[in-house]
């Protein structure tokens, strides 16, 4: 018998066969149990402006909680999207850490090894990301900015 993270890709790509002639496809299909988050996520989400509106609110997860489901499928899309959130330096490098340690553990063992596994990487972009930002910052205080 496959692995159950087999059997779901699979699965995700029949449906999308079944639903090209429409135009329509399937891409991410998780609860919150199943992709890697801090425990109160929930508490910690960010309200997303969407103009003058009055019955429709958007969230998004925090930044850490962001950069920690993309950490699940080491692809270089993901990738680029973790450097362009710790680029914009509201990461602080404690704060990874205490959120590698208390993210849940995820069900589907391929992706709890990928999120391990990516943990380095994650340390080095954003320290890496840091040091970019003091060297601005020290060259806007030079000049005046």
């Not at 995700?12 to 988050?37: C, M, R, W």
């Not at 969407?50 to 850490?64: D, H, K, N, Q, T």
């Not at 943990?119 to 000049?143: D, H, K, T, Y």
Request: glycine share 4%; net charge negative.
């Amino acid at each position: 018998m496959a692995p159950v993270c087999s059997q779901f890709w699979k699965a995700i790509e029949l449906t999308n066969k079944s639903l090209l002639p429409e135009g329509l496809y399937v891409s991410h299909l998780f609860t919150d149990k199943q992709v890697a988050l801090t425990p109160d996520w929930l508490n910690e989400i960010v309200e997303i402006e969407v103009g003058e509106l009055r019955y429709l609110w958007m969230f998004r997860p925090s930044a850490v909680d962001l950069i920690l489901t993309k950490m699940m499928r080491n692809n270089p899309q993901d990738i680029g999207d973790i450097r362009f959130i710790l680029a914009q330096g509201k990461v602080e490098p404690a704060e990874l850490e205490k959120a590698f340690a208390s993210a849940r553990p995820l069900e589907i063992a391929e992706l709890q090894e990928i999120f391990v596994k990516m943990q380095p990487l994650v340390r080095e972009m954003a320290a890496q990301s840091r040091a970019i930002g003091n060297v601005s910052q020290n060259l806007g205080s030079q000049f005046g900015s």
